[in-house]
């Protein structure tokens, strides 16, 4: 089994354990080691009093993004440090694309930026995130 499809046995297994994410309706598009990329559709129960998008959308759907990249080596990693910077509003109906890069792979911690972009390919929100890594496994069997 290569790197990646290790990578991707971690996702499949954390995905189907992940019911924020499916309540999301989050689909996985491409897991590498250290890279994930996601999508989701924004629906109307999405929007807060304002009758706009809640940042939280945004925010859980690169937040998920950076959760499998650092986490599909197979070693159990927990959010230290996140920030978002939004750009544009987010829209109902919006298919929303986050794609996590690692920037650092070191032995306790990881660096990830994550862009989320709409249907159009604008930048609608960038995330940073810095997880620490244990030792734990979380798939016992890879």
């Not at 790197?3 to 491409?30: P, R």
């Amino acid at each position: 089994m290569t790197n990646d499809e290790k990578a991707t046995a971690v996702v499949d297994h954390m995905m189907k354990h992940d019911l924020f994410s499916q309540w999301l309706g989050i689909s996985v598009l491409e897991i590498k080691e250290g890279y994930s990329k996601i999508k989701m559709k924004v629906r109307t129960e999405m929007l807060n009093g304002f009758g706009i998008v809640h940042g939280g959308i945004a925010f859980s759907l690169a937040d998920s993004a950076f959760a499998f990249a650092c986490n599909n080596r197979n070693n159990l990693s927990v959010a230290l440090d996140t920030s978002i910077n939004f750009t544009k509003p987010v829209q109902v109906d919006d298919e929303l694309i986050a794609e996590a890069l690692e920037i650092h792979n070191g032995k306790s911690t990881g660096l990830y930026h994550i862009k989320i972009t709409n249907q159009h390919e604008h930048l609608v929100a960038f995330f940073k995130g810095t997880c620490f890594r244990t030792a734990r496994k979380l798939v016992d069997t890879i």
